[in-house]
Nanobody
Framework: QVELVESGGGLVQVGGSLRLSCAAS????????MGWFRQAPGTEREFVAS???????????YYADSVKGRFTISRDNAKNTVFLQMNNLKPEDTAMYYC???????????????????WGKGTLVTVSS
């Protein structure tokens, strides 16, 4: 059974940094598109970042405009884990962050367009001013 477990959330001040991790178990996702979404109270879940395989060993990423230049997504296939490094955090980044796997697409910008195959339970990020 596939499980995605997020960690690394917490309370941070404006301008601070956090690194989220998502450890996958149950199958290997080396060739799958993985990513992060977030949902703030009273809003819909929104895309944050994704990463897909390109060629034999390289990957490429895609970001929402709101986080571009501040967030970096990466992965460690040996550990079946994807990361989200978040820098220069703003109050509007406050949300529950969810890890996701999309088996239907091979490009990061297509993630979630036809649905997500696996979701984690989320980790809460709170940015205080």
């Amino acid at each position: 059974q596939v499980e995605l477990v997020e960690s690394g959330g917490g309370l941070v001040q404006v301008g601070g940094s956090l690194r989220l991790s998502c450890a996958a178990s149950g199958r290997t996702f080396s060739y799958s598109t993985m990513g992060w979404f977030r949902q703030a109270p009273g809003t819909e879940r929104e895309f944050v970042a994704s990463i897909s395989r390109s060629g034999d060993k390289s990957y490429y990423a895609y970001y929402a405009d709101s986080v571009k230049g501040r967030f970096t997504i990466s992965r460690d296939n040996a550990k079946n884990t994807v990361f989200l490094q978040m820098n220069n955090l703003k109050p509007e980044d406050t949300a529950m962050y969810y890890c996701a796997v999309d088996l239907q697409v091979t490009t990061p910008q297509a993630m979630g367009r036809v649905g997500v195959d696996y979701w984690g339970k989320g980790t809460l990020v709170t940015v205080s001013s």
